[in-house]
Nanobody
């Protein structure tokens, strides 16, 4: 399985970004998926989860609730993370993986929130 995250960049506080993660080598629709992030000097943390069922239930870490939205396109094999009202503390490398984190981690995509 290959995971390729992209869409990161540098934005000012209050700005928005949309991250994408292309998943190949597996039947994407079978798996609940997570977005994770790792800030400099910190451990990787779980940010958001989306289920693999049709209803696509979602869960978010408290720090991003109301600002981030996780979604998926099963036909394309792509996971998304819409990030609004970004804060400097959202600065991190963002990764995707399945619910159990069982696949080899990709390089992630860097998000920098700075004025």
């Amino acid at each position: 399985v290959q995971l390729q995250a992209f869409g990161g960049g540098t934005v000012q506080p209050g700005g928005s970004l949309r991250l994408s993660c292309a998943v190949s080598g597996t039947i994407f629709s079978r798996y609940a998926m997570n977005w994770y992030r790792q800030a400099p000097g910190k451990k990787r943390e779980l940010v958001a989860t989306i289920s693999n069922v049709r209803t696509g239930g979602t869960v978010y870490v408290d720090s991003v609730k109301g600002r981030f939205t996780i979604s998926r396109d099963n036909a394309k094999g792509i996971l998304y993370l819409q990030m609004n009202s970004l804060k400097p503390e959202d600065t991190a490398v963002y990764y995707c993986n399945d619910f159990l984190g069982r696949w080899e981690w990709g390089k992630g995509t860097l998000v920098t929130v700075s004025s």
